[in-house]
Protein backbone atom coordinates (compact mmCIF):
# COMPACT_ATOMS: atom_id res chain seq x y z
CA UNK A 1 0.00 0.00 0.00
CA UNK A 2 1.26 3.60 -1.11
CA UNK A 3 1.13 5.85 1.89
CA UNK A 4 2.76 9.27 3.40
CA UNK A 5 2.72 10.73 -0.57
CA UNK A 6 1.57 13.53 1.04
CA UNK A 7 2.63 16.24 3.24
CA UNK A 8 1.04 18.47 6.43
CA UNK A 9 0.64 22.38 5.82
CA UNK A 10 2.99 24.54 6.94
CA UNK A 11 2.67 28.57 6.87
CA UNK A 12 6.49 28.27 5.60
CA UNK A 13 5.92 26.66 2.67
CA UNK A 14 6.27 28.61 -0.38
CA UNK A 15 3.42 28.61 -2.72
CA UNK A 16 4.40 31.76 -5.17
CA UNK A 17 5.39 28.55 -7.74
CA UNK A 18 1.71 26.95 -8.42
CA UNK A 19 -0.26 28.04 -11.05
CA UNK A 20 -3.25 26.76 -9.18
CA UNK A 21 -4.35 25.26 -5.89
CA UNK A 22 -7.15 23.17 -5.42
CA UNK A 23 -8.89 22.91 -2.31
CA UNK A 24 -10.16 19.28 -0.68
CA UNK A 25 -8.62 15.69 -1.62
CA UNK A 26 -11.50 13.99 -3.52
CA UNK A 27 -11.15 12.11 -6.49
CA UNK A 28 -12.65 15.18 -8.24
CA UNK A 29 -9.87 17.88 -7.10
CA UNK A 30 -7.18 15.14 -7.58
CA UNK A 31 -8.29 14.46 -11.06
CA UNK A 32 -8.07 17.99 -12.03
CA UNK A 33 -5.09 18.99 -10.34
CA UNK A 34 -3.34 15.96 -12.22
CA UNK A 35 -4.90 16.67 -15.62
CA UNK A 36 -3.04 20.57 -14.93
CA UNK A 37 -0.26 18.57 -13.84
CA UNK A 38 -0.09 16.43 -17.05
CA UNK A 39 -0.46 19.78 -19.24
CA UNK A 40 2.47 21.30 -17.36
CA UNK A 41 0.82 23.40 -14.63
CA UNK A 42 2.07 23.46 -11.13
CA UNK A 43 -0.93 22.68 -8.87
CA UNK A 44 -0.98 22.33 -5.05
CA UNK A 45 -3.63 20.62 -3.14
CA UNK A 46 -5.21 21.51 0.57
CA UNK A 47 -6.96 18.83 2.57
CA UNK A 48 -7.90 19.85 5.78
CA UNK A 49 -8.33 16.67 7.01
CA UNK A 50 -5.26 14.34 8.67
CA UNK A 51 -5.69 12.15 5.17
CA UNK A 52 -5.85 12.73 1.46
CA UNK A 53 -8.41 11.87 -0.34
CA UNK A 54 -12.23 12.68 0.61
CA UNK A 55 -15.12 10.21 0.67
CA UNK A 56 -11.91 7.82 -1.15
CA UNK A 57 -9.95 7.44 1.84
CA UNK A 58 -10.07 4.50 4.34
CA UNK A 59 -9.45 4.32 7.98
CA UNK A 60 -7.64 2.05 10.38
CA UNK A 61 -8.53 0.90 13.78
CA UNK A 62 -6.87 -0.74 17.00
CA UNK A 63 -6.94 -4.32 15.68
CA UNK A 64 -5.78 -3.94 11.84
CA UNK A 65 -9.12 -3.89 10.76
CA UNK A 66 -8.99 -0.96 7.91
CA UNK A 67 -13.07 0.12 6.35
CA UNK A 68 -13.29 2.59 3.42
CA UNK A 69 -15.85 5.16 3.64
CA UNK A 70 -17.59 6.22 0.77
CA UNK A 71 -16.18 3.80 -2.19
CA UNK A 72 -17.57 0.29 -2.26
CA UNK A 73 -17.90 -0.92 -5.99
CA UNK A 74 -17.34 1.50 -9.26
CA UNK A 75 -18.88 0.37 -12.31
CA UNK A 76 -18.64 1.61 -16.60
CA UNK A 77 -14.77 -0.45 -15.65
CA UNK A 78 -15.00 -2.94 -18.82
CA UNK A 79 -11.69 -2.85 -20.79
CA UNK A 80 -14.13 -1.29 -23.15
CA UNK A 81 -15.15 1.74 -21.08
CA UNK A 82 -13.25 5.01 -21.32
CA UNK A 83 -13.81 5.55 -17.20
CA UNK A 84 -10.72 2.62 -17.06
CA UNK A 85 -8.66 4.71 -19.50
CA UNK A 86 -9.44 8.21 -17.51
CA UNK A 87 -8.35 5.89 -14.14
CA UNK A 88 -5.36 4.50 -15.87
CA UNK A 89 -4.74 8.08 -17.45
CA UNK A 90 -4.25 9.96 -13.63
CA UNK A 91 -2.84 7.05 -12.34
CA UNK A 92 -0.55 5.72 -14.98
CA UNK A 93 -2.10 2.32 -14.46
CA UNK A 94 -0.84 1.63 -11.24
CA UNK A 95 -4.52 1.14 -9.83
CA UNK A 96 -6.24 -2.27 -10.45
CA UNK A 97 -9.55 -3.74 -9.97
CA UNK A 98 -11.32 -6.76 -9.23
CA UNK A 99 -14.49 -7.67 -10.94
CA UNK A 100 -17.36 -8.41 -8.19
CA UNK A 101 -18.43 -11.22 -10.61
CA UNK A 102 -21.79 -11.96 -12.07
CA UNK A 103 -24.09 -10.57 -9.53
CA UNK A 104 -23.39 -7.11 -8.00
CA UNK A 105 -26.07 -6.54 -6.22
CA UNK A 106 -28.99 -8.61 -4.13
CA UNK A 107 -32.33 -6.37 -3.41
CA UNK A 108 -34.70 -7.66 -1.05
CA UNK A 109 -38.14 -6.43 -0.70
CA UNK A 110 -39.37 -8.51 2.97
CA UNK A 111 -37.98 -11.74 2.33
CA UNK A 112 -37.89 -12.03 -1.16
CA UNK A 113 -34.51 -11.83 -3.21
CA UNK A 114 -33.88 -9.76 -6.13
CA UNK A 115 -30.43 -10.61 -8.31
CA UNK A 116 -28.82 -7.88 -10.37
CA UNK A 117 -26.86 -9.81 -12.23
CA UNK A 118 -23.90 -7.94 -14.95
CA UNK A 119 -24.12 -7.03 -18.51
CA UNK A 120 -27.78 -5.47 -20.22
CA UNK A 121 -28.97 -8.65 -21.19
CA UNK A 122 -28.35 -10.83 -18.28
CA UNK A 123 -29.73 -7.60 -16.14
CA UNK A 124 -33.00 -8.08 -18.27
CA UNK A 125 -33.18 -11.68 -18.42
CA UNK A 126 -33.45 -12.16 -14.81
CA UNK A 127 -36.09 -9.35 -14.24
CA UNK A 128 -37.91 -10.85 -16.89
CA UNK A 129 -37.90 -13.95 -15.01
CA UNK A 130 -38.60 -12.46 -11.73
CA UNK A 131 -41.58 -10.55 -13.61
CA UNK A 132 -42.73 -12.38 -16.14
CA UNK A 133 -46.20 -10.53 -16.70
CA UNK A 134 -44.22 -7.00 -17.30
CA UNK A 135 -41.68 -7.63 -19.62
CA UNK A 136 -42.86 -4.63 -22.04
CA UNK A 137 -42.75 -2.63 -19.18
CA UNK A 138 -38.68 -4.06 -18.47
CA UNK A 139 -37.86 -3.40 -21.80
CA UNK A 140 -39.39 0.03 -22.27
CA UNK A 141 -37.53 0.91 -18.82
CA UNK A 142 -34.40 -0.29 -20.12
CA UNK A 143 -34.69 1.62 -23.35
CA UNK A 144 -35.90 5.48 -20.98
CA UNK A 145 -32.59 4.67 -19.15
CA UNK A 146 -30.19 4.62 -22.53
CA UNK A 147 -32.19 7.15 -24.25
CA UNK A 148 -31.74 9.32 -21.00
CA UNK A 149 -28.25 8.79 -20.58
CA UNK A 150 -27.29 9.83 -23.89
CA UNK A 151 -28.96 13.07 -23.51
CA UNK A 152 -27.40 13.27 -20.28
CA UNK A 153 -23.93 12.67 -21.17
CA UNK A 154 -24.51 16.11 -23.60
CA UNK A 155 -25.94 17.69 -20.57
CA UNK A 156 -22.40 17.73 -18.41
CA UNK A 157 -20.59 18.21 -21.15
CA UNK A 158 -22.60 21.43 -22.09
CA UNK A 159 -20.99 22.70 -19.03
CA UNK A 160 -17.80 23.29 -20.21
CA UNK A 161 -19.84 25.86 -23.54
CA UNK A 162 -18.63 29.54 -23.32
CA UNK A 163 -21.43 31.60 -22.21
CA UNK A 164 -22.49 32.23 -25.87
CA UNK A 165 -22.33 29.35 -26.74
CA UNK A 166 -24.30 27.56 -23.47
CA UNK A 167 -27.13 30.37 -24.50
CA UNK A 168 -27.32 28.66 -28.01
CA UNK A 169 -26.70 25.47 -28.21
CA UNK A 170 -26.77 24.86 -24.32
CA UNK A 171 -29.75 26.12 -24.20
CA UNK A 172 -31.06 23.19 -26.83
CA UNK A 173 -29.03 20.32 -25.07
CA UNK A 174 -30.80 21.39 -21.60
CA UNK A 175 -34.07 21.43 -22.42
CA UNK A 176 -34.14 17.75 -24.46
CA UNK A 177 -32.37 16.92 -21.49
CA UNK A 178 -35.35 18.19 -19.37
CA UNK A 179 -38.03 15.44 -20.47
CA UNK A 180 -35.70 12.79 -18.13
CA UNK A 181 -34.41 15.21 -15.74
CA UNK A 182 -37.67 17.60 -14.06
CA UNK A 183 -39.56 14.05 -14.29
CA UNK A 184 -39.00 12.16 -10.94
CA UNK A 185 -38.14 8.72 -10.69
CA UNK A 186 -41.59 7.80 -9.15
CA UNK A 187 -43.31 9.39 -12.05
CA UNK A 188 -41.93 7.57 -14.92
CA UNK A 189 -41.60 4.34 -13.13
CA UNK A 190 -45.64 4.68 -12.06
CA UNK A 191 -46.21 5.67 -16.37
CA UNK A 192 -44.13 2.31 -17.47
CA UNK A 193 -46.29 -0.23 -15.06
CA UNK A 194 -48.76 -0.51 -11.97
CA UNK A 195 -47.00 -3.44 -10.31
CA UNK A 196 -45.38 -1.75 -6.76
CA UNK A 197 -42.87 -4.97 -6.49
CA UNK A 198 -41.60 -4.51 -9.84
CA UNK A 199 -41.36 -0.49 -8.95
CA UNK A 200 -39.13 -0.90 -5.54
CA UNK A 201 -36.98 -3.91 -6.95
CA UNK A 202 -35.62 -0.71 -9.68
CA UNK A 203 -35.28 1.46 -7.30
CA UNK A 204 -33.22 -0.89 -5.21
CA UNK A 205 -30.37 0.98 -5.95
CA UNK A 206 -31.47 4.10 -4.99
CA UNK A 207 -29.04 4.70 -1.53
CA UNK A 208 -26.44 5.52 -4.45
CA UNK A 209 -27.61 8.15 -4.44
CA UNK A 210 -29.26 9.15 -1.55
CA UNK A 211 -33.25 9.63 -2.48
CA UNK A 212 -36.19 7.66 -2.83
CA UNK A 213 -37.74 7.52 -5.83
CA UNK A 214 -41.02 10.37 -4.63
CA UNK A 215 -38.40 13.15 -4.71
CA UNK A 216 -35.58 11.83 -6.99
CA UNK A 217 -34.96 12.90 -10.54
CA UNK A 218 -35.11 10.39 -13.22
CA UNK A 219 -32.11 11.41 -14.89
CA UNK A 220 -29.52 10.82 -12.10
CA UNK A 221 -31.24 7.41 -11.46
CA UNK A 222 -30.72 6.65 -15.34
CA UNK A 223 -26.80 7.70 -14.62
CA UNK A 224 -26.39 5.45 -11.62
CA UNK A 225 -28.27 2.34 -12.79
CA UNK A 226 -26.96 2.48 -16.24
CA UNK A 227 -23.11 2.97 -14.56
CA UNK A 228 -23.62 -0.17 -12.68
CA UNK A 229 -25.45 -2.59 -14.93
CA UNK A 230 -22.23 -3.98 -16.48
CA UNK A 231 -20.92 -5.14 -13.28
CA UNK A 232 -19.28 -3.99 -10.43
CA UNK A 233 -15.60 -3.45 -9.24
CA UNK A 234 -13.61 -2.75 -6.36
CA UNK A 235 -10.03 -0.96 -6.08
CA UNK A 236 -7.15 -3.71 -5.24
CA UNK A 237 -5.99 -2.83 -1.91
CA UNK A 238 -8.59 -0.80 -0.99
CA UNK A 239 -10.35 1.99 -1.56
CA UNK A 240 -8.02 4.73 -0.71
CA UNK A 241 -5.69 3.26 -3.72
CA UNK A 242 -7.63 5.40 -5.89
CA UNK A 243 -6.57 8.47 -4.09
CA UNK A 244 -2.71 7.46 -3.24
CA UNK A 245 -2.09 6.14 -6.59
CA UNK A 246 -3.38 9.49 -7.96
CA UNK A 247 -1.02 11.62 -5.89
CA UNK A 248 1.90 9.46 -7.22
CA UNK A 249 1.32 10.71 -10.37
CA UNK A 250 0.78 14.26 -9.46
CA UNK A 251 3.96 14.78 -7.19
CA UNK A 252 6.24 12.55 -10.24
CA UNK A 253 4.56 15.60 -11.74
CA UNK A 254 5.67 18.14 -9.75
CA UNK A 255 2.35 19.29 -8.17
CA UNK A 256 1.98 18.02 -3.86
CA UNK A 257 -0.51 17.19 -1.25
CA UNK A 258 -0.92 19.15 2.16
CA UNK A 259 -2.92 17.72 4.93
CA UNK A 260 -3.95 19.74 8.52
CA UNK A 261 -4.53 22.81 5.53
CA UNK A 262 -8.18 24.08 6.49
CA UNK A 263 -8.75 26.78 4.23
CA UNK A 264 -10.89 29.58 5.97
CA UNK A 265 -11.84 32.02 3.05
CA UNK A 266 -11.08 32.83 -0.54
CA UNK A 267 -9.90 36.01 -1.07
CA UNK A 268 -11.67 38.12 -3.47
CA UNK A 269 -10.83 41.68 -4.74
CA UNK A 270 -12.93 43.84 -7.88
CA UNK A 271 -14.30 40.17 -8.57
CA UNK A 272 -10.64 38.75 -8.93
CA UNK A 273 -9.61 35.80 -6.67
CA UNK A 274 -6.26 37.71 -5.29
CA UNK A 275 -5.96 34.75 -2.26
CA UNK A 276 -6.95 32.48 0.15
CA UNK A 277 -6.39 32.32 4.14
CA UNK A 278 -5.40 29.00 6.24
CA UNK A 279 -4.18 29.08 9.87
CA UNK A 280 -4.67 32.97 9.48
CA UNK A 281 -2.25 33.22 7.58
CA UNK A 282 -2.54 34.74 3.47
CA UNK A 283 -1.64 32.77 0.07
CA UNK A 284 -1.67 34.71 -2.53
CA UNK A 285 -2.69 33.65 -5.53
CA UNK A 286 -4.84 33.73 -8.91
CA UNK A 287 -6.24 30.66 -9.70
CA UNK A 288 -8.49 28.62 -6.61
CA UNK A 289 -10.24 25.32 -7.44
CA UNK A 290 -12.98 23.88 -4.97
CA UNK A 291 -13.58 20.67 -4.44
CA UNK A 292 -15.15 21.45 -0.82
CA UNK A 293 -18.81 21.30 -2.48
CA UNK A 294 -20.75 24.05 -3.87
CA UNK A 295 -22.49 24.81 -0.42
CA UNK A 296 -19.52 25.31 1.29
CA UNK A 297 -17.64 27.13 -1.26
CA UNK A 298 -20.41 29.89 -1.20
CA UNK A 299 -21.44 30.07 2.06
CA UNK A 300 -18.31 29.30 4.53
CA UNK A 301 -15.63 30.45 1.85
CA UNK A 302 -16.40 33.53 0.00
CA UNK A 303 -17.61 36.96 1.42
CA UNK A 304 -20.99 38.32 0.94
CA UNK A 305 -19.85 41.12 -1.55
CA UNK A 306 -18.23 38.11 -3.54
CA UNK A 307 -21.68 36.04 -3.42
CA UNK A 308 -23.24 38.92 -4.75
CA UNK A 309 -21.47 38.89 -7.84
CA UNK A 310 -21.79 35.02 -8.55
CA UNK A 311 -25.58 35.70 -8.04
CA UNK A 312 -25.63 32.57 -6.10
CA UNK A 313 -28.80 31.15 -5.13
CA UNK A 314 -29.25 27.38 -4.15
CA UNK A 315 -32.68 27.77 -1.62
CA UNK A 316 -34.80 25.16 -3.74
CA UNK A 317 -31.89 22.89 -3.09
CA UNK A 318 -31.46 20.94 -0.29
CA UNK A 319 -28.57 18.79 0.76
CA UNK A 320 -28.61 15.31 0.31
CA UNK A 321 -29.49 13.14 3.48
CA UNK A 322 -27.32 12.01 6.08
CA UNK A 323 -26.66 8.09 6.96
CA UNK A 324 -25.53 5.98 9.68
CA UNK A 325 -22.62 3.10 9.33
CA UNK A 326 -22.22 0.40 11.10
CA UNK A 327 -18.26 -0.29 10.73
CA UNK A 328 -18.01 -4.43 11.75
CA UNK A 329 -14.29 -6.52 12.40
CA UNK A 330 -15.03 -10.38 12.06
CA UNK A 331 -12.36 -12.79 13.58
CA UNK A 332 -12.75 -15.02 10.68
CA UNK A 333 -11.64 -15.14 6.82
CA UNK A 334 -14.25 -13.70 4.43
CA UNK A 335 -13.82 -17.06 2.37
CA UNK A 336 -14.53 -18.95 6.17
CA UNK A 337 -17.54 -16.59 6.87
CA UNK A 338 -19.22 -17.11 3.65
CA UNK A 339 -19.25 -13.44 2.90
CA UNK A 340 -19.94 -12.23 -0.73
CA UNK A 341 -18.60 -9.54 -3.01
CA UNK A 342 -22.02 -8.84 -3.90
CA UNK A 343 -23.98 -5.67 -1.93
CA UNK A 344 -27.03 -6.33 -0.14
CA UNK A 345 -30.10 -3.59 -0.03
CA UNK A 346 -32.61 -4.78 2.33
CA UNK A 347 -36.04 -3.08 2.34
CA UNK A 348 -38.86 -4.33 4.62
CA UNK A 349 -41.97 -3.62 2.05
CA UNK A 350 -42.27 -2.16 -1.52
CA UNK A 351 -43.04 1.54 -0.10
CA UNK A 352 -39.37 3.16 -0.94
CA UNK A 353 -40.21 6.44 0.30
CA UNK A 354 -41.86 5.55 3.10
CA UNK A 355 -38.87 3.22 4.24
CA UNK A 356 -36.35 5.85 3.49
CA UNK A 357 -37.99 9.68 4.76
CA UNK A 358 -40.58 8.55 7.06
CA UNK A 359 -38.19 6.00 8.98
CA UNK A 360 -37.16 6.72 13.01
CA UNK A 361 -33.97 6.39 14.19
CA UNK A 362 -34.56 3.29 16.40
CA UNK A 363 -36.25 1.49 13.49
CA UNK A 364 -33.75 2.21 10.58
CA UNK A 365 -31.69 -0.64 10.47
CA UNK A 366 -35.41 -2.72 10.50
CA UNK A 367 -36.68 -0.46 6.95
CA UNK A 368 -33.80 -0.10 4.94
CA UNK A 369 -30.50 -1.69 5.03
CA UNK A 370 -27.04 -1.55 2.90
CA UNK A 371 -24.12 -3.94 3.48
CA UNK A 372 -21.04 -3.81 1.85
CA UNK A 373 -18.19 -6.77 2.11
CA UNK A 374 -14.89 -4.98 1.38
CA UNK A 375 -12.67 -7.49 2.59
CA UNK A 376 -14.21 -9.96 0.21
CA UNK A 377 -14.07 -8.05 -2.16
CA UNK A 378 -10.61 -7.47 -2.53
CA UNK A 379 -7.99 -10.08 -2.96
CA UNK A 380 -5.32 -8.65 -1.33
CA UNK A 381 -7.01 -8.41 1.95
CA UNK A 382 -5.97 -11.54 3.15
CA UNK A 383 -2.22 -11.15 2.62
CA UNK A 384 -1.75 -8.89 5.45
CA UNK A 385 -5.27 -9.63 7.32
CA UNK A 386 -4.85 -13.47 8.30
CA UNK A 387 -8.34 -14.66 9.66
CA UNK A 388 -9.79 -11.24 9.32
CA UNK A 389 -13.13 -9.92 7.81
CA UNK A 390 -14.85 -6.65 7.33
CA UNK A 391 -18.64 -5.45 6.64
CA UNK A 392 -20.13 -2.12 6.47
CA UNK A 393 -24.08 -2.23 6.99
CA UNK A 394 -25.87 1.55 6.68
CA UNK A 395 -28.94 2.80 7.07
CA UNK A 396 -30.68 5.93 6.67
CA UNK A 397 -29.71 9.20 9.73
CA UNK A 398 -31.45 11.90 9.41
CA UNK A 399 -29.15 14.86 10.56
CA UNK A 400 -32.09 16.41 13.09
CA UNK A 401 -31.95 13.51 14.72
CA UNK A 402 -28.69 14.39 16.48
CA UNK A 403 -28.43 18.27 15.99
CA UNK A 404 -28.88 18.58 18.98
CA UNK A 405 -25.09 17.10 19.83
CA UNK A 406 -23.70 18.85 16.77
CA UNK A 407 -21.94 21.62 19.18
CA UNK A 408 -20.50 18.59 21.14
CA UNK A 409 -16.17 17.71 20.21
CA UNK A 410 -16.01 14.56 18.37
CA UNK A 411 -15.53 11.66 20.45
CA UNK A 412 -16.49 13.49 23.78
CA UNK A 413 -20.16 13.72 22.94
CA UNK A 414 -22.98 12.76 26.16
CA UNK A 415 -23.74 9.97 27.25
CA UNK A 416 -27.45 10.40 25.01
CA UNK A 417 -25.37 10.90 22.02
CA UNK A 418 -23.77 7.31 22.79
CA UNK A 419 -26.80 5.66 23.33
CA UNK A 420 -28.17 6.48 20.40
CA UNK A 421 -25.45 4.82 18.57
CA UNK A 422 -25.44 2.10 20.35
CA UNK A 423 -29.05 1.36 19.64
CA UNK A 424 -28.27 1.40 16.12
CA UNK A 425 -25.54 -0.96 16.47
CA UNK A 426 -28.25 -3.81 18.46
CA UNK A 427 -30.62 -3.21 15.27
CA UNK A 428 -28.37 -3.14 12.55
CA UNK A 429 -26.77 -6.77 14.20
CA UNK A 430 -29.92 -7.94 14.38
CA UNK A 431 -30.88 -7.53 10.96
CA UNK A 432 -27.28 -8.66 9.74
CA UNK A 433 -27.59 -11.51 11.46
CA UNK A 434 -31.09 -12.39 10.05
CA UNK A 435 -30.22 -11.90 6.82
CA UNK A 436 -25.81 -13.97 7.73
CA UNK A 437 -26.64 -15.71 10.40
CA UNK A 438 -23.40 -17.65 10.46
CA UNK A 439 -22.18 -13.99 11.78
CA UNK A 440 -23.04 -14.70 15.34
CA UNK A 441 -20.18 -15.11 17.88
CA UNK A 442 -17.53 -13.67 15.31
CA UNK A 443 -17.65 -9.83 15.63
CA UNK A 444 -14.88 -8.37 17.62
CA UNK A 445 -14.81 -5.11 16.66
CA UNK A 446 -17.46 -2.43 16.14
CA UNK A 447 -18.17 1.28 15.39
CA UNK A 448 -20.83 3.60 14.61
CA UNK A 449 -20.67 6.44 13.15
CA UNK A 450 -23.37 9.31 12.18
CA UNK A 451 -23.92 12.39 10.12
CA UNK A 452 -21.93 14.26 12.88
CA UNK A 453 -19.21 11.89 11.89
CA UNK A 454 -19.11 12.56 8.12
CA UNK A 455 -19.87 16.84 9.33
CA UNK A 456 -16.47 16.66 11.03
CA UNK A 457 -14.52 14.69 8.61
CA UNK A 458 -16.06 16.39 5.37
CA UNK A 459 -17.20 19.90 6.91
CA UNK A 460 -20.46 19.03 5.09
CA UNK A 461 -22.72 21.37 7.60
CA UNK A 462 -25.45 18.72 7.66
CA UNK A 463 -23.62 15.42 7.51
CA UNK A 464 -24.71 14.88 4.12
CA UNK A 465 -22.44 12.47 2.17
CA UNK A 466 -23.78 12.97 -1.38
CA UNK A 467 -23.98 16.69 -1.71
CA UNK A 468 -26.70 18.58 -3.22
CA UNK A 469 -29.90 16.26 -3.21
CA UNK A 470 -30.46 14.65 -6.61
CA UNK A 471 -34.02 16.24 -6.99
CA UNK A 472 -35.31 17.81 -10.95
CA UNK A 473 -34.62 21.09 -8.83
CA UNK A 474 -30.48 19.95 -9.05
CA UNK A 475 -30.22 20.01 -12.62
CA UNK A 476 -31.89 23.60 -13.40
CA UNK A 477 -29.13 24.98 -11.74
CA UNK A 478 -27.20 27.29 -13.71
CA UNK A 479 -24.16 28.06 -11.76
CA UNK A 480 -23.28 24.12 -11.18
CA UNK A 481 -20.58 24.55 -13.53
CA UNK A 482 -17.18 24.75 -13.34
CA UNK A 483 -16.39 28.19 -14.60
CA UNK A 484 -17.96 31.04 -11.61
CA UNK A 485 -18.90 34.78 -12.61
CA UNK A 486 -15.36 35.45 -9.90
CA UNK A 487 -12.76 35.30 -12.35
CA UNK A 488 -10.14 32.45 -11.32
CA UNK A 489 -12.41 30.61 -9.06
CA UNK A 490 -13.36 27.17 -10.49
CA UNK A 491 -16.24 24.30 -9.06
CA UNK A 492 -15.41 21.04 -9.14
CA UNK A 493 -16.92 17.28 -7.33
CA UNK A 494 -19.95 15.89 -7.39
CA UNK A 495 -22.04 18.86 -7.04
CA UNK A 496 -21.58 19.89 -10.48
CA UNK A 497 -22.15 16.52 -12.06
CA UNK A 498 -23.25 13.64 -10.00
CA UNK A 499 -23.09 11.59 -7.14
CA UNK A 500 -20.01 8.62 -6.68
CA UNK A 501 -16.36 8.13 -7.66
CA UNK A 502 -17.14 8.57 -11.44
CA UNK A 503 -19.09 11.38 -11.25
CA UNK A 504 -16.61 13.52 -9.36
CA UNK A 505 -14.09 12.36 -11.71
CA UNK A 506 -15.85 13.81 -15.07
CA UNK A 507 -16.79 16.79 -12.81
CA UNK A 508 -12.60 17.01 -12.72
CA UNK A 509 -12.38 16.68 -16.28
CA UNK A 510 -14.69 19.04 -16.93
CA UNK A 511 -12.99 21.46 -14.41
CA UNK A 512 -9.15 20.60 -16.33
CA UNK A 513 -10.75 21.06 -19.88
CA UNK A 514 -12.70 24.14 -18.87
CA UNK A 515 -9.26 25.56 -17.87
CA UNK A 516 -6.91 24.32 -20.35
CA UNK A 517 -9.64 24.99 -23.44
CA UNK A 518 -8.27 23.91 -26.60
CA UNK A 519 -4.98 22.37 -24.89
CA UNK A 520 -7.05 20.07 -23.30
CA UNK A 521 -7.19 17.75 -26.29
CA UNK A 522 -3.84 16.33 -26.72
CA UNK A 523 -4.70 14.71 -23.06
CA UNK A 524 -8.00 13.34 -24.38
CA UNK A 525 -5.56 11.70 -26.91
CA UNK A 526 -3.68 10.43 -24.07
CA UNK A 527 -6.45 8.66 -22.47
CA UNK A 528 -6.35 6.29 -25.91
CA UNK A 529 -3.36 5.32 -25.24
CA UNK A 530 -4.24 3.92 -21.69
CA UNK A 531 -7.45 2.31 -22.70
CA UNK A 532 -6.27 -1.62 -22.31
CA UNK A 533 -7.37 -3.17 -25.36
Known amino acids: MTEKNYEPFSTNIDFSNYDHIVIGSGIGGLTTATWLAKAGKKVAVLERHYVPGGFTHSFKRKQGFQWDVGVHYVGNLDKKESLLG ?9 LKWEFMGDIYDVVYVGDKKYEFR ?8 QLIEYFPEDEQAIDNYLSLIEKANKRGALFFFEKVFEPWLSKSLGWIIRKRYAQYSQKT ?3 VLHELTSNKLLIAVLCGQCGNYGLSPKYSSFGAHAMVISHFMEGGYYPIGGADQI ?3 TIDVLNKLGGKVFINADVQEIITKNNKVTGIKVDNTVINCTSVISNVGVNNTFNQLLSEKAKHHCKFNIKDVKPATGHMCLYIGLNKSSADLNLPKHNVWYYAHENTDELIEKTTL ?13 SAKDPEWDINNDQKSTIQAMSVGHYNWFSEYENQPWMKRELAYKKLKADFETTMLNRLYHLFPQLKGHVIETEVSTPLSTKHFSNYKHGEIYGLEHTPERFKLPFLRPKTKIKGLKLVGQDITLVGVSGAMLSGILCATAILKMKSRHLFKDIKNFQDS
Open 243 to 245: SYK
Open 118 to 125: AGKENFRK
Open 362 to 374: SEAPNNFAYISFP
Open 185 to 187: TSN
Open 86 to 94: MFNFITDRQ
